[in-house]
């Protein structure tokens, strides 16, 4: 990453593009309405993606070590696309339209996000809200863990988290904050105490430090993964998929 550039500012600079890699991930950025640019594919057996082009599309083709080359990922991939970048939405849109939502907090780490948006879309979230330092869901390593997903999860940015908190409990959510510290409620034992019909925010922080302080003393319930001893964390991606079901699978439609 470039000194002194935030995940947000990256955003703003990459074009206004994203990449799909993948015949799944371009086949779901097709899917979630996105425009395509280009597309490369296999010049021996073209994807079937590539044959849905719009004619203004050029797809390219080429082999396998030119496509190992191109992604630097060791691996040929049927296709590779360049898609416009969806907008950003509104924090206040993406509150007021949403039933459940996941909030991060300095999760610097693509594949993190990835995963997290994975999860999240499992369990009925709505969008993600990121704050300046969290990673773009659209990274190349987020779209691959999310297997595409990311694609049709709405997104926010926002300077800082406690600062959207007031607009979360005027629209009726409850926040809740994952920490480990021992103060904290048994995460399940607050999932069993919310309404079926309750509006969620969970809220996630960095791996390494956590919630700032400032954002565990602003939301309504500082939750808490229940570990055997010794053990004080887990993964933010695989904390994230706990929290989920704690907190929402009672949501889900049996």
């Known amino acids: 990453m470039a000194k002194g550039m935030t995940p947000a500012d990256l ?5 206004g593009h994203f990449v799909a890699e993948g015949d799944l991930v371009v086949e779901r950025a097709v899917a979630a309405g996105c425009a395509p640019v280009a597309l490369l594919t296999d010049a021996e057996s073209p994807a079937a993606v590539a044959t ?7 797809v390219f083709a080429a082999r396998a070590e030119a496509r190992r080359m191109l992604t630097g990922l060791g691996v040929a991939l049927d296709v590779i696309g360049l898609f416009e970048r969806p907008p ?3 924090v206040e849109d993406l509150v007021s339209s949403s039933r459940h939502l996941l909030i991060a907090e300095d999760v610097d780490n693509p594949t993190n996000i990835g995963a997290i948006a994975r999860s999240a879309a499992a369990f009925g979230v709505d969008g993600l809200v ?6 773009d869901p659209l990274a190349r390593r987020a779209l691959r863990v999310s297997m595409g997903t990311a694609l049709h999860m709405r997104h926010s940015r926002v300077d800082g988290i406690p600062s959207i908190v007031p607009l979360l409990r005027a629209h009726g959510f409850v926040v809740c904050g994952l920490t480990p510290h021992a103060s904290a ?12 019909s309750a509006r969620v ?3 996630l922080g960095s791996e390494r430090e956590g919630l700032s302080p400032e954002t565990l003393a602003a939301i309504d319930h500082a939750v808490r993964i229940p570990m055997a001893p010794g053990i004080d964390s887990l993964n933010v991606a695989a904390a994230a998929a706990v929290a989920c079901h704690s907190l929402l699978a009672r949501t889900l439609p049996a």
Do not use: Q, W
């Open 130 to 135: 990121l704050d300046r330092n969290s990673a």
């Open 11 to 15: 955003e703003r600079v990459s074009a």
């Open 88 to 90: 950003v939405m509104a």
């Open 185 to 196: 409620a048994d995460i399940a034992e607050v999932g069993r105490l919310l309404p079926v």
């Open 201 to 203: 925010a969970i809220v």
């Open 52 to 58: 849905t082009m719009p004619d203004h599309v050029p």
